[in-house]
């Protein structure tokens, strides 16, 4: 398995750290969350560890997260904030399995955005190293609804 | 445990003062403290520094300059609670019974180098991908406005009181009144929280002496009791809770009631963490003063104010007095001190006895607050 290329690493971007997220299946798979999952308490926990939070069991596995869940609350920053694009949303997303992600949020405009809106993952630039390098990261995005 | 008193207090004029290094803003509050405690500065058994931005040991390179030394100096940090979580420190080796008397102390020089928000750490799975405390305090508003039906115009009034107290503070940074317009209409900083609903970066230091009650009496007729002393961290976000409240303060104020043996209705008056105007909302519901989700309301129906049922920041808070991150903990317990004795001057709550500090630290890494620190003071 390619990781570099999975974490969709290139010469000229890195993902902000390793491990946080992959493909869940085949490679051409949309890339989900690696969480953790105890086998002795049943939580979940983002990111991985080796030893449950909760409980301190470790018999903790690594499991993918849902790539959907749903806004708790969100904000849009107006001022400069050095290697970020300004204006940024970002904001608390709840997935199933009872995980928080603080997260940028990507794709939006002010009228999509709602607190308990639906939200998918994706992954892309999240910012800029003052020598132009890109950092990548999991990003949510509002699901636009089909009429 | 043995019970503990504040024999003095110290507080420098908050501002900002780039030509001023820590020394220069930090020694004075600490004599000042000193000479108000009556305690001869060679009495002092015990000093805890709080500083959030500046040097390795700075508690011992003030302490150097007031020829205090040979002492058990500790440094602590704690984001905005480092001065909150120094005298902690002090308190508790006091009433433990290690030592009789301490200084606890906390100072920052922030104007040197901080312009706008402060910059936190890259790295940090959320700090590093873009949260910044406006950003932090402003979900919550979000959150608070969705579910209770919390105004924008309540949240700006927060900031219209504590710049009104603050005019009868001559250590304020901010010493005039603001608008309700003027606070809606300034600069949007992040969704819906507007320049002044957020405090400002500046400088400053505070100090108080500790000392325990069995020995106070050599030195003061009137000294004020410590009566609660609390200080918590938040859970972590994995055990999603509602941001519409705030988990670790109904907890430390839970602990801080119980230690002292009353309830929020018992309190006179309080200084609570106002760094955004949501917070002190919240502040209140979490502090047992209104239901949850009535916050909005309750600074709307002005019993907050001086003269109202319940003044919270009379000092200014956060928002008019200033932050001065190391300094504000311990410039919160000076306040109250001054107002239990009734030396607050135009800004005294009327026959003040008992009164409560609350400080709420950092939010980093995925947890609700890093520190939560309570004191319950009574005279």
Known sequence: MDEARDEGKTDRSVPFRKGLFGPAGNSDQEPRLIGAQCLACGKYAFPFRHTCIFCHSEEVEKTFLSRTGKIHTFTICRVPVPHFPVPYAIGFVDLPEGVRILSQLTGWSEKDLQVGGEVEMVVGKIKETPDGQEIISYQFRPIKKRI | MREVCVLGVGMSRFGKFPEKDLLELAVPAVWEAIKDSGVPAKK?????????????????????????????????????????????????????????????????????????????????????????????????????????????????????????????????????????????????????????????????????????????????????????????????????????????????????YDMAGIGPQDLDLLEVHDAFTIGEILHYENLGLCPPGEGGRLVESQQTWIGGRIPVNPSGGLLSKGHPLGATGIAQIAEIVWQLRGEAGGRQVENAKVGLAHCMGGGVGGVDGAACAIHILKR
């Open chain 2, 44 to 256: 002092i058994q015990v000093a805890y520094c709080g500083n959030v931005m500046g040097k390795h040991c700075l508690g011992q390179r003030i302490l150097v300059e007031l020829g205090l030394t040979g002492i058990e100096i500790v440094n602590v940090e704690n984001a905005c609670s480092s001065g909150s979580t120094a005298f902690r420190g002090v308190w508790a080796l006091i009433a433990s019974g290690a030592y009789d008397i301490g200084l606890a102390f906390g100072a920052e020089q922030m104007s040197q180098k901080v312009e706008g928000a402060i910059q936190l750490d890259q790295e940090d799975l959320e700090t590093g991908q873009g949260l910044i405390m406006p950003t932090l305090y402003a979900m919550k508003a979000n959150r608070h406005m969705q579910r209770f039906g919390t105004t924008r115009e309540q949240l700006a009034l927060v900031s219209v009181k504590n710049h009104a107290h603050s005019c009868h503070n001559p250590r304020s940074q901010y010493q005039k009144t603001f608008t309700l317009e003027q606070v809606l209409h300034s600069a949007m900083i992040a969704d819906p929280l507007t320049l002044y609903q957020c405090c400002p970066t500046g400088d400053g230091a505070s100090a108080a002496i500790l000392c325990a009650k069995d020995v106070a009496a050599c030195y003061q007729s009137k000294p004020i009791t410590i009566a609660a002393s609390v200080l918590l961290s938040g859970r972590t976000n994995m055990e999603p809770s509602e941001m519409a409240s705030s988990e670790l303060t109904r907890r430390a104020s839970q602990a801080a």
